[in-house]
Nanobody
Framework: QVQLVESGGGLVQPGGSLRLSCAASRTILSIYRMAWYRQAPGKQRELVASITSIGITNYADSVTGRFTISRDNTENTVYLQMNSLEPEDTAVYYC???????????WGQGSQVTVSS
């Protein structure tokens, strides 16, 4: 099992930046993939960005060039750096982990990001 604890959400003006953090309770090198999802009111949860245990990253088209996912293996933490934020980025952001069996999945508690002037 792994527990995921998120931090870093908040209110930011359009064009601003935020960094989300997701701390895992065990080494993230033993986890197949870490990812960030988001869910806006009235919408389905969507994949924002992911990073595998060997560092392969993937981004949703809507955030490519603005968001960057990274990880610190020594701190067992994954980050989502969000730049040039837009009101459409407003959502609850969830950290996600998938085990190497590609079935077992864990979620963080969610972190609210609000982009508004």
């Amino acid at each position: 099992q792994v527990q995921l604890v998120e931090s870093g959400g908040g209110l930011v003006q359009p064009g601003g930046s935020l960094r989300l953090s997701c701390a895992a309770s065990r080494t993230i090198l033993s986890i197949y993939r870490m990812a960030w999802y988001r869910q806006a009111p009235g919408k389905q949860r969507e994949l924002v960005a992911s990073i595998t245990s060997i560092g392969i990253t993937n981004y949703a088209d809507s955030v490519t060039g603005r968001f960057t996912i990274s990880r610190d293996n020594t701190e067992n933490t994954v980050y989502l750096q969000m730049n040039s934020l837009e009101p459409e980025d407003t959502a609850v952001y969830y950290c996600n982990a998938i085990e190497f069996d590609l079935v077992t999945m864990y979620w963080g508690q969610g972190s609210q990001v609000t982009v508004s002037s």
